[in-house]
């Protein structure tokens, strides 16, 4: 329930509700993105099981 009182007071607030609008469409949600993230991820898992 709180979560959606904050929602609808951003939502409220025009100028705050497009601000926080802009920022999540800058943000880079595409597969090629989550793809290196979870190359980097295996890639450190093994490393550090090399090491053992």
Do not use: I
Not at 15 to 23: F, K, V
Not at 30 to 43: F, I, K, M, T
């Amino acid at each position: 329930m709180s979560a959606v009182r904050s929602a609808l007071e951003w939502y409220e607030d025009r100028g705050r509700w497009e601000e926080l609008q802009r920022r999540g469409m800058a943000q880079d949600f595409s597969w090629n993105r989550s793809a290196r993230q979870y190359l980097e991820v295996y890639r450190t898992v093994a490393e550090r099981k090399k090491r053992l």
